[in-house]
């Protein structure tokens, strides 16, 4: 069973339904004591970072969502979610993040359209399990005006928009999309039920 | 890099899909679920669902339709049409829309948009603007489905919605509406290059060339058609491998 976090913080049915068709049953969770239950968790988002991590600690899902991390099992942040995983962001003044991954989230700067919205190619950096079956160049769907930098160490795909922009993180059980899988077509499928399979521990 | 998109609009009253729409081996044309389904099918990358209801139940029917299309297909799907409150985009982009879409109502009241765009996020804000020409390069905002004018220009229209909050602009010429004879090329760029957000241009699709006009020419970010589509006059396939013959970058 996957937990999708609810945080009053988005669009929580696509992704329920996305996973739904893939075959893998969710439950929305917001409770952070249930956390331990699930064989992982997505943390999705839309919206602006500050009110993100504010109903997050709120909620006392701060501390469940970091234990979790340490218990092994996976996690994926998608979209704002994603960028919560970092240690801050420069959205509407400083805030601290979950600080599971090293790096920041800065605005887009320069002479050209923000958000990033549309679709974008994948550009891989490391095959890893997650990336099962996906093609360089495949498209998924981004939208955003704040992004990611971090080391490349964690750098499983990128996409170019006037810069390289980091689309799939990953470390140990942590994973980030900053694209919506459950928008993005075939490939946003695979990827999420390649999230779904290392849930269910049944990778090989 | 990002792909220009190619965007079809379906118009919808009371849970159906209106402009009578002529496509093969459709059980009912008039769903607009099965037609999200086959636009998603034929690489559509976003879909535009304009609710025309005018009853209270139309509206609540439309919730509905939300749901199944979102249950149903997986790429981007924004909804315009009657949408007046903060609790109206709630209840829209709860049942799994992606964006919403302002028009006459954000002319209204220009705050709508900021106190979407401060709940939800820009990037759910559409501000769709109906421009029609008054004079050599100047436009004029036109509200209520195009029956009233606004005295407002419409380059400083767009660039208040930006400031304002707005994630996207759908900017429709009105002049070249249903006249299939490309789309208001001049007004497109103009706009496109007044804002920092992207502008999905509308009105005036006839054929594959216009698309590579307006994405080109007319710097559009994407180009949305409806009618050119729902008769099967061309496909989105065919405009996007056109699109690409060209050399503009499309998700193929």
Not at chain 1, 99 to 112: M, Q, S, T
Not at chain 1, 170 to 179: A, I, P
Not at chain 2, 16 to 34: I, M, N, S, T, Y
Not at chain 2, 195 to 220: C, M, N
Request: proline share 3%; hydrophobic share 40%; aromatic share 8%.
């Amino acid at each position: 069973m996957i937990g999708i976090i609810d945080y009053g913080m988005g669009n929580l049915y696509s992704l329920s339904k996305a996973l739904e068709r893939l075959g893998y049953s969710y439950e929305f969770a917001s409770q952070a004591e249930r956390l331990p239950e699930y064989s992982g968790l997505i943390l999705p988002g839309v919206g602006a970072f500050g009110d993100a991590i504010a109903n997050i600690r709120e909620l006392g899902l701060e501390q469940a969502i970091k234990g979790y991390a340490t218990t092994g099992r996976p996690i994926l942040g998608i979209c704002l979610g994603m960028q919560l995983l970092f240690e801050k962001s420069a959205e509407h003044g400083e805030n601290a993040g979950l600080g599971l991954l090293g790096g920041e989230v800065v605005r887009f700067r320069g002479d050209y359209k923000v958000p990033h919205m549309g679709w974008n190619q994948l550009i891989i950096k490391q095959k890893q399990p997650l990336l099962n079956g996906v093609q360089e160049g495949d498209y998924v769907y981004f939208v955003h005006s704040y992004h990611v930098l971090c080391q490349s160490d964690v750098l499983l795909a990128t996409s170019d928009y006037h810069q390289e922009v980091t689309a799939i993180v990953n470390r140990d059980n942590v994973y980030g999309m900053q694209f919506h899988p459950e928008k993005s077509g075939e490939t946003g499928m695979l990827l999420l039920r390649n999230f779904a399979v290392q849930c269910e521990g049944v990778l090989t | 890099m990002l792909a220009k998109r190619i965007i079809p609009c379906l118009d919808v009253k009371d849970g159906r899909v209106v402009k009578g729409v002529q496509f093969v081996g459709l059980r009912d044309a008039g769903d607009p679920v099965e037609l999200a389904k086959k636009y998603s099918d034929e690489r559509a990358d976003e879909l535009i669902f304009l609710d025309i209801s005018a009853s209270h139940e139309g509206r609540k029917t439309m919730v509905d339709v939300i749901e199944k299309t979102a249950a149903n297909i997986t790429i981007p799907f924004t909804v315009g049409g009657g949408i007046n409150s903060v609790d109206d985009m709630k209840r829209i982009l709860r049942a799994g829309a992606d964006k919403i879409s302002l028009n006459t109502a954000a002319v209204l009241r220009p705050e709508l948009i900021r106190e979407g765009a401060t709940i939800f996020g820009s990037q759910c804000i559409v501000v769709a603007i109906d421009a029609r020409s008054v004079g050599e390069n100047r436009w004029e905002v036109y509200t209520h489905g195009g029956r009233n004018a606004t005295g407002r220009d419409v380059i400083h229209w767009a660039q208040e919605a930006e400031a304002l909050g707005a994630g996207e602009i759908l900017l429709t010429s009105m002049d070249d509406d249903g006249e299939k004879k490309g789309f208001g090329l001049e007004l497109t760029k103009r706009v496109s290059e007044a804002v920092g957000i992207p502008v999905i241009a509308s009105g005036g699709a006839g054929s594959r060339e216009h698309f590579y006009d307006v994405l080109t020419q007319g710097k559009a970010d994407a180009a949305l058609a409806a009618s050119i589509f729902h008769y099967d006059e061309t496909s989105i396939h065919s405009v996007k491998e056109y699109l690409q013959t060209k050399g503009v970058v499309v998700r193929p």
